[in-house]
């Protein structure tokens, strides 16, 4: 027995949905005030929401830095470039241990400078005084224009004390956080940030903080941070090649003074002795003086162009953008927040009305 497969088989390809927009109508027009209801609630719990949020101002910075480009100048780099073109490796001229602009926003980030930073003072505009970063954001933060939660932790010993830990036998650079420590310290890192234009390797700083005054004095000591960093960075060898040769002159000088000590303390003694062992060794004693000043101008030299040398490493960094002061809040956006909730109100409630009204079992076949 054969069977007909297009008599058996339905005809998807002509199966069409409909819709009947009077009837979707009639069902919101029916369901509206339930609509409104649940949109105005929403709006309502978005405007509440909003007003939780204590007020935060922004202040930005813009940096240029020096972009160092050790090459060699003149015919040397014209040499490399032909060598490259050759095959022939020259050796790199340019590989300077310069911290990349890349990873200034990591320094921002990392655990020294935020700890440096909740140590610092802000003149806090609203309260006429200044706080600490830590005191103003942890101890007695700011408070929104409604309180919903008690933002004020508390103060047990356990937050107030690190992690048990053996006294000995750890690293002293090792850095042992409490609970609200570690809290601000996160918190603080949320309001910093740093970006950086590969293009033409702007630095843009920002800060935020409830107070507007206080958000313009962070940025600043952000921005000298930042700037001292790199700088010592850059430089850190260099100074201690310095620190290096100034210990090395003054052991040359105290050389020397010894030696000439010695050569005019023999030349009195021996005045009017006209033997030549007496002459070989004042020879001998001038000859050691000669020495020890010419090692003792040889370091003072060095020492003048390592100075010199600290001066040409040093990065400059050029202020495009200097912080200002902000007149109005960055955020909330309480009038998009209260928007965006009763949109949020607006869909929920269409999809219960729309469950309420849909025969469920037609619409799953």
Same mark, same amino acid.
């Given at each position: 027995?054969?069977i007909?497969?297009?008599?058996?088989?339905?005809?998807?390809?002509?199966?069409?949905?409909?819709?009947?927009?009077?009837?979707?109508f009639?069902?919101?027009?029916?369901q509206s005030?339930l609509?409104?209801?649940?949109?105005?609630?929403f709006?309502?719990?978005g405007?509440?929401?909003?007003?939780?949020?204590?007020?935060?101002?922004?202040?930005?910075?813009?940096?240029?830095?020096?972009?160092?480009? =050790?090459?060699?100048?003149?015919?040397?780099?014209?040499?490399?470039?032909?060598?490259?073109?050759?095959?022939?490796?020259?050796?790199?001229?340019?590989?300077?241990?310069?911290?990349?602009?890349?990873?200034?926003?990591s320094?921002?980030?990392?655990?020294?400078?935020?700890?440096?930073?909740?140590?610092?003072?802000?003149?806090?505009q609203?309260?006429?005084?200044?706080?600490?970063?830590?005191?103003?954001?942890?101890?007695?933060?700011?408070?929104?224009?409604?309180?919903?939660?008690?933002?004020?932790?508390?103060?047990?010993?356990?937050?107030k004390n690190?992690i048990?830990?053996?006294?000995?036998?750890?690293?002293?650079?090792?850095?042992?956080?409490?609970?609200?420590?570690?809290?601000?310290?996160?918190?603080?890192?949320?309001?910093?940030?740093?970006?950086?234009?590969?293009?033409?390797?702007?630095?843009t700083?920002?800060v935020?903080?409830?107070d507007?005054?206080?958000?313009?004095t962070?940025?600043?000591?952000?921005?000298?941070?930042?700037?001292?960093?790199?700088?010592?960075?850059?430089?850190?060898?260099?100074r201690?090649?310095?620190?290096?040769?100034?210990?090395?002159?003054?052991?040359?000088?105290?050389?020397?003074?010894?030696?000439?000590?010695?050569?005019?303390?023999?030349?009195?003694?021996?005045?009017?002795?006209f033997?030549?062992?007496?002459?070989?060794?004042?020879?001998?004693?001038?000859?050691?003086?000669d020495?020890?000043?010419?090692?003792?101008?040889?370091?003072?030299?060095?020492?003048?162009?390592?100075?010199v =040398?600290?001066?040409?490493?040093?990065?400059?960094?050029?202020v495009?953008?200097?912080a200002?002061?902000?007149?109005?809040?960055?955020?909330?956006?309480?009038?998009?927040?209260?928007i965006?909730?009763?949109?949020?109100g607006?869909i929920?409630?269409l999809?219960?009305?729309?469950?309420?009204?849909?025969?469920?079992?037609?619409?799953?076949g």
């Open positions: 027995m054969s007909d497969n297009n008599q058996v088989l339905p005809n998807t390809e002509n199966d069409e949905i409909s819709i009947n927009l009077g009837e979707i009639k069902v919101l027009k029916s005030i609509i409104g209801i649940i949109s105005i609630s709006a309502i719990v405007a509440i929401y909003s007003l939780s949020q204590p007020n935060e101002y922004e202040s930005t910075v813009k940096l240029l830095p020096e972009i160092d480009s =050790k090459t060699s100048g003149g015919s040397l780099g014209g040499l490399k470039s032909l060598a490259g073109l050759a095959g022939v490796d020259l050796g790199s001229s340019n590989s300077f241990d310069a911290i990349k602009p890349e990873l200034y926003p320094v921002l980030k990392s655990t020294p400078f935020l700890r440096e930073a909740l140590k610092s003072h802000v003149y806090v609203k309260r006429k005084k200044w706080l600490s970063v830590y005191d103003y954001l942890i101890v007695s933060p700011e408070l929104a224009p409604i309180q919903i939660f008690n933002s004020k932790s508390s103060d047990s010993d356990e937050d690190p048990n830990m053996p006294k000995e036998g750890l690293s002293p650079e090792l850095i042992k956080l409490n609970k609200k420590e570690f809290s601000a310290l996160k918190s603080l890192e949320g309001r910093i940030t740093a970006e950086i234009d590969k293009k033409n390797g702007l630095i700083i920002t935020k903080l409830p507007p005054v206080a958000s313009a962070l940025i600043s000591f952000t921005q000298n941070y930042l700037t001292k960093y790199v700088i010592n960075y850059r430089t850190e060898k260099a201690k090649e310095l620190k290096f040769l100034q210990d090395r002159r003054e052991e040359a000088k105290k050389a020397y003074d010894n030696a000439l000590n010695r050569l005019s303390t023999y030349r009195d003694q021996h005045r009017n002795t033997l030549q062992v007496a002459k070989d060794q004042e020879k001998k004693l001038q000859y050691e003086v020495l020890a000043f010419n090692l003792y101008s040889s370091i003072s030299t060095q020492m003048a162009d390592a100075a =040398k600290i001066q040409k490493e040093t990065p400059v960094f050029k495009l953008e200097p200002q002061i902000a007149l109005q809040k960055s955020e909330p956006k309480r009038s998009l927040i209260t965006g909730f009763a949109f949020l607006l929920i409630s999809a219960i009305v729309f469950f309420k009204s849909v025969n469920l079992k037609q619409l799953l």
